[in-house]
């Protein structure tokens, strides 16, 4: 069984960071890649970027590029998403999922970022 779970969630200004965390355990080898998707209040779940076991990196949504960063730490099996210059729009629940070879088949549960103006 593999468990995420993510933490670094908040209430921040307009302009201000934040850096979420997704620590991983259980059996990782069964995830081939970790990413990140946040839910904004009355919209879809979306995709913003992932990594693989490899440290290859997806594509990042548009209204994130170059304000988001993905990264991980091996040692700590922690994935991070560093969110820079944070946009109202960017307010939601925010989740890491595990991918297997099928689908994203594991699940954290979720951390909330609220972004004022």
């Known amino acids: 069984q593999v468990q995420l779970v993510e933490s670094g969630g908040g209430l921040v200004q307009a302009g201000e960071s934040l850096r979420l965390s997704c620590v991983v355990s259980?059996?990782?080898?069964?995830?081939?890649?970790v990413g990140w998707y946040r839910q904004p209040p009355k919209n879809k779940r979306e995709l913003i970027v992932a990594?693989?076991?490899?440290?290859?990196?997806?594509s990042y949504l548009d209204s994130v590029k170059g304000r988001f960063t993905i990264s991980r730490d091996d040692a700590k099996n922690t994935v991070y998403l560093q969110m820079n210059s944070l946009k109202p729009e960017d307010t939601g629940d925010y989740f890491c999922a595990g991918r297997d070879d099928y689908r994203w088949a594991y699940w954290g549960e979720g951390t909330q970022v609220t972004v004022s103006s």
């Open positions: 990594i693989t076991a490899g440290h290859r990196i997806t």
């Open positions: 259980g059996d990782i080898s069964r995830v081939s890649m």
